[in-house]
């Protein structure tokens, strides 16, 4: 009975838990062993024709993970069941040659680089279409002034479409990180018990680098008798830091989808229930879960970076929590982007509202701007500063429309007439940059990130 929810199919898509499936790692690991069989025999460090046997046993498909367990249950090693697995398969003349010069971290490590590798594939063109999906969104609400908060507190004019080319832009430079590390951290190892390869002598760098290829991974430049535990941080790292960017979008919506905001919405599909007690609730609870998956996807950075010092050439401390990190991490992400593009895909934008929250202050976000108009009118700033707050607590405090406040404030009055005022006090007027910067974004995203769709 499956008990962790990864286990249960309630997270994670089929593509990316057969990446981490225990028959999938059995044949990562045949393949490397078959990679280093035939690039020994290639460069004469094995007989040929065993090389080529064990090459073929291991790409026979006939190497099941229920006989590798079944050998592990009498060796107590994982690495052991297997190669005796495959040299079942193999002719008597070349058992002797297989597993020839390797440690059991080879296959380990290099594996665990496959599967980075393969989960790569699948995560890098999820970032890419949600950078496009939300560079799309950003252009299509370009020109819609909203409400702009920080501290919570309404701030000043904002497009509406800038929030998703924030994010937009973010995640296209998540698919530049992604393409960055590959080169770091889907790492090849063949170098034997203590990163020297010993039995191969100086031929060892050979046969790393051809198994490498083979892989399509990148040779390991030196180890020991693991490949560097940062390697593998940096991947988490990356991992969590694109999960706290789905959360943060995911925050952003939850909050303008209060129901004294409504700015936007979750899809809710009909027959969808919000609550069992509350029958007109609409909770956003796509957004809410990608913010739980995504505390649980960093903690996950704790563990890897205490595996990065390890006793001498090597000890066993990371061995056990490497089993869940990886490939908790990766199946986390994608259940969090396939959830994200559900949300970004079928947004409810709420247009009346977002233009009705402009004026839920009575015109006091204009404030920024009636500072401006002043100090433009030669008004030393600070003495435009007081007189702009001042005008506006009061009418704050009346209840009146900050416009009207102004107005009737000879001090500042004075020095704007009422067609000043009035254009100040006009929404679209500043947007400012923001259209321009929007339009930069989606031609940028689209550049980066149509090529891995």
Request: hydrophobic content about 40%.
């Amino acid at each position: 009975m499956p008990i962790l929810p990864i286990d249960g199919g309630r997270y994670g898509t089929k593509e990316m838990l057969a990446v981490f499936d225990d028959q999938k790692k059995i044949d990562y690991q045949l393949q490397i062993e078959g990679a280093a069989a035939i690039s020994q025999g290639e460069i004469s460090i094995i007989p040929k024709k065993s090389a080529q046997n064990i090459f073929a046993a291991s790409k026979s498909g006939k190497i099941s993970s229920a006989r590798v367990k079944q050998l592990e249950a009498k060796s107590d090693h994982d690495t052991a069941a297997l190669v005796e697995a495959l040299s079942e398969k193999c002719q008597v003349s070349a058992r002797p040659w297989i597993h020839y010069g390797l440690t059991s971290n080879d296959l380990v490590d290099t594996s665990t680089s496959m599967q980075m590798r393969d989960a790569l594939s699948i995560i890098e063109p999820k970032v890419a279409k949600l950078a496009l999906l939300l560079a799309k969104k950003a252009m299509e609400y370009r020109e819609v002034p909203a409400v702009g908060r920080t501290h919570g507190q309404h701030a000043s004019i904002i497009s509406f479409g800038l929030k998703f080319a924030n994010w937009a832009s973010e995640m296209e430079k998540h698919v530049e990180r992604i393409e960055e590390i590959k080169k770091r951290i889907l790492i090849c190892k063949t170098l034997g018990v203590v990163g020297t390869g010993s039995l191969m002598g100086v031929k060892a760098i050979e046969v790393q680098k051809r198994v490498a290829k083979r892989l399509g991974l990148f040779p390991a430049e030196v180890t020991t008798q693991i490949i560097p535990r940062e390697r593998y941080a940096e991947y988490v790292f990356q991992l969590a830091l694109i999960g706290s960017t789905l959360e943060k979008i995911s925050i952003e919506i939850r909050n303008l989808q209060r129901t004294e905001i409504g700015e936007v919405a979750e899809h809710f599909k009909e027959g969808q229930m919000g609550s069992s007690a509350v029958p007109v609730k609409r909770n956003p609870i796509k957004s809410e879960r990608i913010s739980s998956l995504s505390k649980l996807l960093r903690s996950q950075m704790s563990a890897s970076f205490e595996n990065i010092p390890l006793w001498h050439e090597r000890d066993l401390s990371n061995s056990a929590n490497e089993r869940f990190t990886i490939p908790m991490c990766s199946i986390l992400l994608d259940e969090m982007l396939e959830t994200m593009l559900r949300v970004i895909d079928r947004l409810r934008v709420n247009v009346e509202n977002i233009e009705k929250n402009l004026h839920v202050t009575n015109g006091q976000i204009f404030a920024e701007f009636v500072l401006e108009a002043l100090i433009k009118k030669g008004v030393p700033r600070f003495i435009a500063y007081r007189d702009v707050q001042r005008v506006a607590f009061e009418a704050h405090d009346k209840g009146i429309e900050y416009s009207d406040a102004i107005k009737g404030d000879s001090s500042i009055s004075s020095k704007l007439n009422d067609s000043e005022i009035d254009e100040i006090f006009t929404p679209h007027s500043h947007l400012g940059a923001a259209p321009l910067i929007i339009t930069n974004v989606n031609k940028k995203v689209n550049l980066v990130c149509k090529k891995f769709i």
